[in-house]
């Protein structure tokens, strides 16, 4: 199994999913916590990438960690958020927030 593998399946189900494919980026970093996936998309696609309460985002953590584990690696995803994205105040989230919603 490639070791681009991962990389090669989520640009192919974030390109799937946005209105914007030619605006989506994939990079991948590894190191001793395992795989790291940064995605750049449009800010027009982030409500697609995201989802309702945030579940299409988790299904395509879920995958990846599915894709890294028959390359017994741990893939993790992190979704940048585009200059001036849209974020409602209410939606802003401390740390301590984030960290209990990943349940770690």
Do not use: C, W, Y
Not at 28 to 55: C, F, Q, W, Y
Not at 75 to 89: D, F
């Amino acid at each position: 199994m490639s070791t681009e593998q991962d990389k090669q399946f989520l640009d192919f189900v974030v390109r799937s999913l946005v209105d914007n494919p030619d605006d989506v980026k994939v990079n991948r970093t590894v190191d001793e916590m395992g795989v790291l996936m940064s995605l750049d998309v449009n800010p027009a696609d982030m409500g697609k990438i995201i989802g309702r309460s945030g579940n299409t985002a988790k299904a395509i953590r879920t995958l990846l960690r599915v894709v890294g584990m028959k390359n017994n690696a741990r893939v993790n995803l992190k979704i940048n958020e585009p200059e001036g994205g849209k974020r409602p105040e209410s939606a802003t989230k401390t740390v301590d927030e984030a960290m209990a919603d990943l349940k770690i």
